[in-house]
């Protein structure tokens, strides 16, 4: 049987406690809720809940952490062990309380929080012990994952050992933060604050895109990252690479959002592990985050969740009347369109597409078809067909629909449309541009340098010929 990727978990690991409620009426001691408990059950939390959704995933997991030598600590080492974990990396220490967060719910709203925790930092003996159980278990493992509570395990000076190690190994190292001081994190490949952690982290605000890019690329220098994902709430995901992308959310219903940061970090260790960049990472985790904030409580996200969640990319390409409807129902967000014939797609085509839809918050882009594009370049082109064009743009991340139009220009799509920001490439730099005056702006993002799809077809043409 094939051996499952393992990946090691080092962080806080708790206790979800829940309460289910029934509440019908006023307390006469206080102008409180009467809740009357149905139901009352546990589960692993914190790095636990990172844990539960690794396994998930089918990844195989090693765990190193201290919790405390009491019913709590005792339970989460309990539920490892059935999940047929090796606890030895589990240390339980007498001086320790384990950490419990318990949640009221009622009608499926959280009506009260309540924490029993310890949130000093381990001996100098337990982290002797946790740095000996990392160097046993690091050969062998395909990721490095931080689960950081700021409960006191993550210590600075170990998590930089840590790091050390695993660079050294070529083993990524991905961080889900806390705190204020995001330097016990550098060197870590990725870490994945929301937008709150994140201005703590640089001391500066966001209050739009421009802020969010220049808090990303900061955490990014700043902590040697080769990532950073700034996650959104409900207005999706930063990637900060080489640019700055935003993928909005996907999330229908949200009933709770606790532990959906877990299921992000777990999602997007998984993606990684199995080769994707990125990009397809991050939406990945977009969709399990989605599926994590329509559960009730610490819910694990599994590839069948997911899979029955995604959207169909086909549900991209959509008819110019359905545009229109779309366009009305959002004319509270910036609307960007741009145009081409997307014949073979290219590095060139996709960064022109992250750039465009950087400019606003849905992207659309108008496709044209074959006659169109026969019209336009001639005996031989398309190489693709429409459907085959549209159906590979509708897999990128940067483009929210696609619409097909059968005439030279899009005059007709930008008028019905009337966009906010219209996107042209380099070569219109000077040029008037069909629909300039229509749209509230005009941006032009220069192509990639030896990047289209003629040089393409020559170099394919004249292998043949070789």
Known sequence: MQQK????????????????AKSTRISPEAPVQI??????????????NVVNNLLALQMDVSVISVVG?????RFIRDRLAQKGL?????ILDLKRQTTQKSRIIAQHQQMLRIDKEESDTISQALQGRLWE?????????????????????????????????????????????????????????????????????TKHEIKDDKDLEKVGFLLKEMLDLRYAV??????????????????????????DVTGAGDTVIAAIAYAMILGDD???????????????VSKMGCATVSLEDIKAYAPDANTKIRSLEEIEKIVAQNRDKKIVFTNGCFDILHAGHVHYLNMAKKFGDILILGLNADNSVQRLKGEGRPVNPQQDRADVLAGLYSVDYIVIFEEDTPLKLIEKIQPDILVKGGDYEGKEIVGAKI???TRIVQYKDGKSTTKIIQKVKASCLN
């Open 5 to 20: 990727p393992v990946v090691m978990v080092v962080g806080d690991f708790m206790v979800d406690h829940y309460l289910y």
């Open 35 to 48: 809740a009357q408990v149905q139901e009352e059950l546990s589960y692993l939390g914190g790095a636990g």
């Open 69 to 73: 030598d009491d019913e709590k600590g």
């Open 86 to 90: 090796d606890t030895d990396g589990l």
């Open 133 to 201: 159980l990392f160097l046993e278990r690091v050969d062998g493992i395909r990721c490095l994952l931080l689960s950081d509570y700021d409960k006191g395990v993550l210590v600075p000076d170990l998590i930089q050992k840590m790091i050390g190690v695993a660079k050294e190994k070529n083993i990524p190292v991905l961080v889900d933060p806390k705190g204020r001081d995001f330097l016990k994190y550098k060197g870590a490949t990725l870490i994945t604050p929301n937008k709150t952690e994140a201005m703590l982290a």
């Open 230 to 255: 700034i996650t959104l709430s409900q207005e999706g995901m930063a990637i900060i690479a080489d640019d700055m992308v935003k993928i909005p959310t996907i999330a229908r219903d949200v009933f």
């Open 278 to 292: 990125i990009y397809e990472a991050a939406s990945f985790a977009n969709m399990a985050a989605a599926v994590a």
């Open 439 to 441: 749209a509230k702006e």
